[in-house]
């Protein structure tokens, strides 16, 4: 597996590209799938993408998720989000309920990581189940 400090290196380039003129909250994420391509580490990033309209709003998280389904990859092993207002990161950014559920319906909330960075070498490491306990998935239909 890709160590968490590439992880988060590819988050923070990813909140480079963040679409948020009416925040100011840039966000980026890197999304691990849990098999190589080509031997190497296959990885999704994202960055919130703001609307005028504010509720088609979508989250670093969600679009790296879609981004990997949409390329048809179905199993993930972790994701490190950066997030903050224009310039340093100077805090953890944990992701909203929305993309929890997004991440319920794709992940083992026992394994799957979520780690929320400001520097490689400063971040905080969940299992989704931790940020999701008495969580609902596919596995209670
Ligand atoms: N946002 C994310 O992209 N991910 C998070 O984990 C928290 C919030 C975005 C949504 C919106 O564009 C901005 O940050 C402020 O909420």
């Known amino acids: 597996m890709t160590d968490y400090r590439n992880l988060i290196s590819e988050a923070m380039k990813a909140r480079e590209n963040a679409y948020a003129p009416y925040s100011g909250f840039y966000v ?10 080509d031997g190497k580490p296959l990885i999704f990033t994202g960055c919130n993408v703001e609307n005028a309209a504010f509720t088609p709003t979508n989250c670093a998280e969600r679009t790296a ?3 990997g389904i949409s390329e048809g990859v179905r199993a ?19 992701p909203c309920g929305v993309c929890r559920q997004v991440m319920m319906e794709f992940c083992n909330p026992d394994t799957f990581e979520v780690i929320a960075a400001v520097s490689e070498d400063d971040y905080k490491v969940f299992k989704l189940k931790e940020l999701m306990p008495e969580g609902f998935g596919p596995d209670n239909l």
Do not use: N
């Open 28 to 37: 980026g994420a890197a999304l691990l799938a849990a098999f190589e391509k």
């Open 65 to 67: 998720f879609f981004k």
């Open 76 to 94: 993930f092993r972790a994701i490190a989000i950066v997030g903050g207002k224009q310039g340093a990161v100077t805090d953890y950014t944990a």
